[in-house]
C-alpha cells in the first residue's frame, strides 16, 4: 500500500493567492482528517469525514478555509484568499475506525504564504 | 479547550538515561493511542491501549493507561539518539467517528 498520499509536497505563494491541497487516503478507510500544525498551536484538526460526509468542520480557521472529499479517495482543502499566519505544515490523515482507530498521516504539505 | 495534556513539552537527556512523558485527559477516554514523529516527518502510529491499567511493552518503550482511563505515560530505558522526536499521546473518546484528541507533544533531544 503506498499509505496516505499527499501533494504538492511544498507550497510557496503570495499573500491573496487560492491554495489548494490534495490528499488521497489509503483505499479502505473510511476516515479522513485534516490537520495544521505549526510551532505555536501544535497539531490542530481542522476537519475530518467519514464516509465522505463532513462531520465536524469546528476547528477550520475561518470562511478563508474549505474543504471537500467528491468520493472515497481524495479530498481537497481550499484556502482562499491565502494570508502569511496560515504558513505551516497540513497533514492528511486517514483510518478505519470501524475495526480500529488509529490514524496513517500522510507527509504533509508544507505552506508558506509570503 | 485543551482536553488532553501532556508534559513535559521538551526534555534533553543524555544518551542512556531514561525519559518519560505524561498524558492527562479532561475526561473518560475509550482508548489512548501513541504517535512518534520525527524532524522533518509525520506522526507514526507506535501503540494502542484500550483496557483500564493495561501496560504494553515495545523493546525499550513502556505504555500505560491509567486506571481511571484517564492518563496514560511513555517510558524509554536507555534513550538512545534514535528516539528523537516529539511523542504525542492521542485519545479516543467514543462516538466521535475516530476523531483523536491529541496533545501537545514532547519533544525529545538525545545528546550522545
Known amino acids: 500500500d503506498a499509505g496516505v498520499i499527499q501533494s504538492p509536497r511544498h507550497e510557496v505563494t503570495e499573500m491573496g493567492q487560492e491554495v489548494t491541497l490534495r490528499c488521497k487516503p489509503i483505499s479502505g478507510h473510511n476516515s479522513l482528517f485534516w490537520y495544521r500544525q505549526t510551532m505555536m498551536r501544535g497539531l490542530e484538526l481542522l476537519i475530518y469525514?467519514?464516509?465522505?460526509?463532513?462531520?465536524?468542520d469546528s476547528g477550520m480557521p475561518e470562511d478563508r478555509f474549505s474543504a471537500k472529499m467528491p468520493n472515497a479517495s481524495f479530498s481537497t482543502l481550499k484556502i482562499q484568499p491565502s494570508e502569511p499566519r496560515d504558513s505551516a505544515v497540513y497533514f492528511c490523515?486517514?483510518?478505519?475506525?470501524?475495526?480500529?482507530?488509529?490514524?496513517?498521516f500522510g507527509p504533509g504539505t508544507r505552506l508558506t504564504v509570503t | 479547550g485543551q482536553q488532553v495534556m501532556q508534559i513535559p513539552q521538551y526534555q534533553h537527556v543524555q544518551e542512556g538515561e531514561d525519559f518519560t512523558t505524561y498524558c492527562n485527559s479532561s475526561?473518560?477516554?475509550?482508548?489512548i493511542q501513541w504517535y512518534k514523529q520525527r524532524p522533518g516527518g509525520h506522526p507514526v502510529f507506535l501503540i494502542q491501549l484500550v483496557k483500564s491499567g493495561e501496560v504494553k511493552k515495545q523493546k525499550r518503550l513502556t505504555f500505560q493507561f491509567g486506571e481511571a482511563k484517564k492518563n496514560s505515560s511513555l517510558h524509554i530505558t536507555a534513550t538512545q539518539t534514535t528516539d528523537v522526536g516529539t511523542y504525542f499521546c492521542?485519545?479516543?473518546?467514543?462516538?466521535?467517528?475516530?476523531?483523536?484528541?491529541f496533545g501537545r507533544g514532547t519533544q525529545l533531544t538525545v545528546w550522545p
Open positions: 490523515a486517514s483510518s478505519y475506525f470501524t475495526a480500529s482507530y488509529e490514524q496513517y
Open positions: 475526561t473518560t477516554l475509550s482508548n
Open positions: 469525514f467519514n464516509n465522505n460526509v463532513p462531520i465536524d
Open positions: 492521542a485519545g479516543y473518546r467514543g462516538s466521535t467517528l475516530g476523531r483523536l484528541y
